[in-house]
């Protein structure tokens, strides 16, 4: 158990860390920080609410996460990139579970750089201190990070090409834009709620954080259940 995830996990780290996965992550970050100078200079007041809110984790951060999981397990079915891994007798599930540990890693690293960079370049007098909202949005961007890679990885146990994750995507848009039963399904509908918009279902902001781990949790074995042992 303890080798196929180490096995699978340095695989997708050692994916992640290539040229063209960093040139992609500097390109997304480079995006964000254009978007957040622009809403600072457009309109001061709410900036960073609005950039946060709106075009990072609403549009910029879903999409590369997206890719983000591609790099991590490989444009393919979960149970697929975990095979020639496992060819030495490592249980498929550990090394599938590898995998999706590395995807996570590096979302994590990319939307907490991502929403720390947007806080602090929209920064704007209704924003709450600089150093707080910096760490605020850090574990937020954390924990939203691992609910959309587990909830990719599911989805890359469908279709040929693991093209699942881009129907959980767009799930994830269309449930997470309402405030009904299906947004607690979605990562999208917590993030907001924690970042100050509207909660789904009038939760509180300490019960979408429950529902993000909750996420992480579920996703992540319902993706390993469908992999061979």
């Known amino acids: 158990m303890t080798s196929g995830l180490v096995l699978g996990c340095a695989s997708g780290l050692t994916r992640i860390m290539r040229r063209r996965s960093l040139a992609a992550a500097a390109a997304a970050l480079g995006m964000v920080a254009l978007v957040a100078i622009s809403e600072r200079r457009a309109a001061l007041f709410g900036a960073a609410n609005r950039v946060l809110e709106g075009e990072v984790f609403g549009f910029i951060l879903p999409i590369a996460l997206v ?8 444009p393919l079915r979960l149970d697929a990139a975990a095979t020639p891994l496992a060819r030495f007798g490592a249980s498929r599930r550990a090394v599938a579970l590898g995998l999706v540990l590395a995807s996570m890693i590096g979302a ?14 929209a920064h704007d007098p209704t924003a709450p201190a600089l150093r707080a909202d910096a760490i605020s949005c ?6 939203g990070a691992s609910a959309y890679a587990s909830v990719f990885a599911f989805g890359a146990t469908f279709g040929a090409q693991g093209a699942g994750r881009w129907w959980a995507l767009a799930a994830d848009y269309a449930l997470g834009s309402t405030s009904g039963v299906g947004a ?24 979408s954080t429950a529902c993000l781990a909750a996420i992480i949790v579920a996703f992540t074995t319902l993706a390993l259940l469908r992999c061979p042992p």
Not at 67 to 74: E, K, M, P, V
Not at 108 to 121: D, E, G
């Open 67 to 74: 890719f983000a999981s591609r790099r991590a397990i490989a």
């Open 108 to 121: 994590v690293v990319l939307a907490s750089s991502a929403a720390v960079a947007a806080a602090v370049l």
């Open 138 to 143: 850090a574990w937020i961007g954390a924990l």
């Open 184 to 207: 607690l399904f979605a990562p999208r509908a917590h993030i907001q709620n924690l970042l100050g918009g509207e909660p789904p279902m009038f939760l509180g902001q300490s019960l």
